[in-house]
């Protein structure tokens, strides 16, 4: 089966460091997303793994560990714009190469 | 702005209706998705098209029926909705290879 799991809502302070977790359980690997949502938006794209490792993009930073099924998004110096959706999502062999999403993980920066 | 367009963006449509969802990308790639978001719930894939063939449909009911005239246009064409299909439609594409998809800004559906 395919699953991913994200924690549903987290809360943080402008000009903080946020980790957001994502677990993954599927038939098969091809990459791990990460894309950010506004409200009534669409999803765009923050960062790729496909290697064990950190991949560093600016104020985002996202890491992979593909034994343990396990994925972080690290948002730092954080702002309010930054309040929206994370999803997580693992492309999948076994699934025709399609993504699999997760539930997605709501963030609200306060000032 | 993502370089996927959908309109309408809002939409709502009685039981009886018949209705179709447009989705364009002049980005050059060879796949489109139609994908459903629902509240509290996973990005639900309903539909690949890879080179305008389609290649999934993930046992979505027949009141959608997915249409690919060409590599940059992409229809979901809806009859007899139910209330609980309400919900946001997103199409995607992306190019060959293990790439991210682009996501249009989808349809807000509301079935009444």
């Known amino acids: 089966g395919q699953n991913i799991d994200q924690p549903t809502e987290m809360t943080a302070t402008e000009g903080a460091i946020v980790q957001i977790n994502c677990t993954y359980q599927?038939?098969?690997?091809?990459?791990l997303f990460w894309y950010q949502q506004h409200a009534g938006e669409a999803p765009t794209f923050l960062s790729y793994n496909v290697l064990d490792g950190l991949e560093e993009k600016g104020r985002f930073s996202s890491f992979l560990s593909r034994s343990k099924g396990y994925s972080y998004l690290l948002l730092k110096e954080l702002q309010m714009k930054d309040s929206a959706s994370y999803l997580c999502a693992v492309r999948d062999p076994s699934y025709g190469q399609n993504f699999v999403f997760g539930p997605g993980t709501r963030l609200s920066v306060l000032p | 702005e993502t370089g996927v367009t959908q309109t309408p963006r809002h939409l709502v449509m009685g039981m009886t209706n018949k209705k179709s969802l447009k989705c364009e990308q002049h980005?050059?790639?060879?796949?489109m998705y139609w994908y459903k978001q629902s509240a509290k719930k996973p990005l639900e894939l309903m539909f690949v098209y890879s080179l305008e063939e389609r290649v999934e449909n993930n046992s979505v009911p027949s009141r959608f029926s997915p249409e690919c005239p060409n590599s940059s246009h992409l229809f979901l064409h809806l009859h007899t909705l139910q209330p609980e299909d309400s919900a946001l439609y997103l199409c995607?594409?992306?190019?060959?290879?293990?790439?991210?998809?682009?996501f249009g800004q989808g349809t807000r559906l509301t079935v009444v």
């Open positions: 599927t038939s098969g690997f091809n990459g």
């Open positions: 980005l050059g790639h060879n796949a």
């Open positions: 995607a594409s992306s190019p060959a290879g293990n790439t991210e998809a682009f």
